[in-house]
């Protein structure tokens, strides 16, 4: 059985007395379960990095950043390198979060460059998909996600894939309220499997966790993580709030 992760993605939140304090209470408050039950991750703002890093301190809380760029240094205005990640304490990138593909217009061409570029300077990325509400009720789910999964993975060996966390966000079902139905979500995750598989093998399927992205809350969580492909979830709102995104790892355990 893969261990649980569950990661907080902050998002545009937060101040830099608030990113402190909301990592420290999830620190302070799940001694004895991060690390060792379930893996935790927060990715605050680039800038509430290194404050973040301080707070969890040797807690086993991973920081992680929301994005990340593929080139090693140079001028690239307003972007930030892997290694200046790494050098923050950053475990983690986000890649090809929807909010990047779909607000910012990320191409899936530029989230391989991402993930390919994480993995090669020791940061493990976070591989994001998900199809539109347009997408779902045309049927187009599978094959959206089948192209989201192939092209990010396209050129990386089977070596640096086991690197990746997939995260499954229904770009419907992110901020809304509305969570995908476990079966509904567990479908998605299936294919994602079933799609690592054929690229690469079933070992490597098996062990690539998948998590899910989309309104998970306390009342959901429990529910969400016991179908069979759901290895952990990708939190936005609640993980704004201490007791909620700590109640959301108690359940994942
Ligand atoms: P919400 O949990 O706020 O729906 O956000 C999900 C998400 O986008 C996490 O990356």
């Known amino acids: 059985m893969t261990k649980p992760f ?18 420290e209470a999830v620190a302070a408050r799940t001694t004895g379960l991060a690390g060792r039950q379930v893996d935790v991750a ?3 703002p680039f800038v509430y990095l290194g404050p973040v890093f301080r707070a969890v301190g040797n807690s086993s809380i991973a920081v992680g950043a929301q994005d990340v760029y593929f080139q090693p240094d140079g001028a690239f205005t307003g972007e930030v390198s892997v290694s200046m990640l790494k050098d923050m304490g950053c475990t983690y990138a986000l890649c090809g979060h929807s909010e990047r593909r779909h607000v910012i217009g990320e191409s899936d061409e530029l989230v391989n460059k991402k993930v390919t570029a994480a993995v090669s300077g020791g940061l493990l990325p976070i ?12 049927g187009r789910t599978t094959e959206v996600v089948t192209g989201q999964v192939k092209n990010g993975f396209a050129g990386l060996s089977a070596e640096k894939a086991l690197a990746v966390t997939m995260a499954y966000e229904p770009v419907w079902a992110i901020g809304t309220g509305l969570t995908a139905t476990p079966q509904q979500a567990q479908e998605v995750h299936a294919l994602i499997r079933e799609l690592i598989g054929r690229i690469y093998d079933s070992r490597l399927a098996d062990e690539i966790r998948i998590l899910y992205g989309g309104s998970a809350k306390p009342g959901n969580a429990a529910a969400l993580m016991q179908e069979q492909d759901i290895d952990g979830l990708l939190v936005g709102g609640a993980s704004l709030k201490a007791d909620d995104f700590i109640d959301i790892i108690k359940a994942a355990v």
């Open 127 to 138: 591989l994001c998909v998900g199809e539109l509400i347009e997408q779902r009720k045309a």
């Open 42 to 44: 927060l990715c605050p």
């Open 6 to 23: 569950i990661a907080g993605n902050w998002k545009m939140n937060t101040d830099s007395r608030s990113s402190v304090s909301l990592a």
